[in-house]
C-alpha cells in the first residue's frame, strides 16, 4: 500500500503520518516514520536530544517540508493538491489556510516581542481571520482569564516570566480555534518553579478534549496526561504503547536506558 | 611613594566605614576645557575681527529666494527619501526572496547604483533625452522626455534611485536581525510570507533599521546640494546666484549653513521620538515605564 493510500485509508484519525524521511543534506533526521493520531487524544513524544521529535512536530505543521511519505491533518493531504495519480504543491497562502486547523507552541515561546499579551493573541484572529476586533478582544480576554493571566494584557514579552510568556503563547495558539495543539518541549526551557504552571494548563486543555502532540522530557505529565506515548531515537520509532507500558515497563533496551538517564 | 593597595585588617573596618572620602581629581578635564575655551576665543575674535559683514546675513536669512530654496530643499529631503524608503523596501524583499529572478533584479540594481557616483547618475537622468527623446507606450500615448523630467524630476529619480539602493541593505540587514522564531511563530498562527513581514517582521526590523535611516535622511538634506549643478533651485543654489549678483559670498554661506543646520538639528530631535515609538517592548522602555511607576507610588 502506498503512503498516499494509507494517509487516506484511516479516515478516522486526526493526523496520520505515512513512511515519512526527511534528510538535511546527508543526516537521516526522520527514517520511515509512521504514526496516526485519533481526535481527542494526547499523543506524547519522548527520545533523546537530535531523535528527531521536533522535526516530526514541524513537518506535520509544514515548517519543514518532508521529503517521502505523506501526512494528513484533519482529513485533507498537506502540502499538495491530488490531480488524479499526481501531487501538485500548494502555494503559500494554501499552506497557510492549511496551518489553521493546528495551533503550535514553541519551546522558546517566540511571543511577538512588539505586541502585548493582548494583541499577541488577537493578532492571528484578526490579520488572518479577519474576524471583528470586539468580539476577539472578548474571546482573548477570556483565553487571558483561563491561563491565569488577565492582569497582564497589557504587558510585553519582556516584562513576563517565561511561565507567563509560555502561558500567553498557548492562549495565542487557542485563539485560531485550532483542532490540533503541537507543543514542542513547552517546559524545558523553564525554571523548574515555573514547569507547573504551564503544565497545568495543558492538563485542563487536555481535559476539554483537545487533540494535543507533546514532545516532552516531563515523564511525570506524560504517564499522566498522555493516551499514548512514542519513544523515538535516530529519526526512527523505537517503541509505541500506552504510558503504562512505554514509561514503566518498557520492551526495548534503548527506551529503557533513556527512561532511567531522564529519572537519573 | 606609597602603595596602591592598603592593607586592611577585619578591626580597622569599622574605623574606616566613618572616614572622610576625598573624590578622585580630575586634572585632565581642567586642562582640556581651559585649552578648548582659548581656542573657542581665538575663533570668535578672528571671526568679529575678520571681514564678514553680519547684518547682511541677517537681512539674507528670511529673503524670499532663500526661503523658497530651503523650502525646494525641503521638499526634495521628502520625495527622495519616501522614494528612497519605498524602493529600498522592496528590493529588500526581492533580494530575500526565494524567486531567482526578484532575487536577480535586486541584485543588479543593489550593484548599479551603489556603484556609480551619485553626481553621474543626477547628470544621466538630466539628459536623459538625449537617449530617449520622448517616452511612453508607443501608439498609447507618449510625452517629450525634456517636459518630464525636468531639474526636478531628474534630482528625485537621482536621489531617490541612488538612496533606495543603500536602503535595501538597510532594511536587509534589519529584516535578518529579527530571530527567526518570529517568523515561525506567525506562520504557525496562519499568516502568509508578505503578512509576516508586514505585521511581525518589519516593526520588529524597524528598531534596527531607523538609526541609520535617521542619518541617511541627514545626508539627504545636505545631499540635495549637489542638484544645484542641474539647475534645482535649492537653497545652496539660490545662495550662490544671489552672491554672484551681489558679492557677499561668505555671508550667503553662511545664511545656507545656518538653515542646514537648523533643518538638521530638528531632524534629529524627531528621530529621537521615532526610536522610542519603535523601540516598543525592549527592555529600555520597561525600565522607564517601571521607574515612572516607582515615581507616581
Ligand atoms: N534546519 C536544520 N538543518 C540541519 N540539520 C537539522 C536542522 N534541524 C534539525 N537538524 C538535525 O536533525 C536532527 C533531529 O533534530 P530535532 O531538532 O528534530 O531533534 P529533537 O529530537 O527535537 O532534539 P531536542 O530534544 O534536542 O530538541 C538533529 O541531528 C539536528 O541536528
Ligand atoms: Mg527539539
Known sequence: MSAVEKAAASDDAIVTIAHVSKFFGPLKALNNVSLSIQPGTVQCIIGPSGSGKSTLLRCINQLE???????????????????????????????????????????????????????????????????????????????????????????????????????????????????????????????????GEVLNVMRDLAATGMT???????LGFAREVASDVVFMDKGEIVEQGPPQTVLVAPSQPRTRDFIAAVLK | MSA???????????????????????????????????????????????DIAWPVVAQFFTAPAILSGLSNTLIMTVCAMALGIVLGVVFAIMYMSPNPVLRGVALFYIWFFRGTPLLLQLLLWFNLALVFPTIGIPGLFSWRTIDVIGPFMATLLGLGMNQGAYTAEVVRGGILSVDAGQTEAAKAVGMTRLTTLRRIVLPQAMRVIIPPVGNEVISMVKLTSVASVIQYAEILRNAQTIYYANARVIELLIVAAGWYLIVVTVLQIGQYFLERHFSKGRGERRARRVAVQEDAA
Open chain 2, 4 to 50: 596602591i593597595t592598603s592593607p586592611v585588617s577585619s578591626r580597622d573596618l569599622a574605623a574606616i566605614a566613618r572616614m572622610r572620602i576625598v573624590p578622585r581629581r580630575f586634572y585632565g578635564r581642567w586642562i582640556a576645557a581651559a585649552a578648548i575655551l582659548g581656542v573657542l576665543g581665538w575663533l570668535v575674535l578672528a571671526f568679529a575681527k575678520g
Open chain 1, 65 to 195: 517540508k518532508i521529503d517521502e511519505g505523506a501526512i494528513s491533518v484533519d482529513g485533507a493531504l498537506i502540502g499538495y493538491r491530488r490531480v488524479g495519480e499526481t501531487l501538485h504543491e500548494l502555494t503559500d497562502a494554501e499552506i497557510a489556510q492549511q496551518r489553521l486547523s493546528t495551533g503550535m507552541v514553541f519551546q522558546r515561546f517566540n511571543l511577538f516581542n512588539h505586541m502585548t499579551a493582548l494583541q499577541n493573541i488577537i493578532e492571528g484572529p484578526l490579520t488572518v481571520l479577519r474576524r471583528p476586533r470586539k468580539e476577539i478582544v472578548a474571546e482573548a480576554m477570556a483565553l487571558l482569564e483561563r491561563v491565569g493571566l488577565a492582569d497582564k494584557r497589557d504587558s510585553y514579552p519582556s516584562e513576563l516570566s517565561g511561565g507567563q510568556q509560555q502561558r500567553v503563547a498557548i492562549a495565542r495558539a487557542l485563539a485560531m480555534r485550532p483542532k490540533l495543539m503541537l507543543f514542542d518541549e513547552p517546559t524545558s526551557a523553564l525554571d523548574p518553579e515555573l514547569v
Open chain 1, 212 to 218: 494535543m502532540i507533546v514532545v516532552t522530557h516531563e
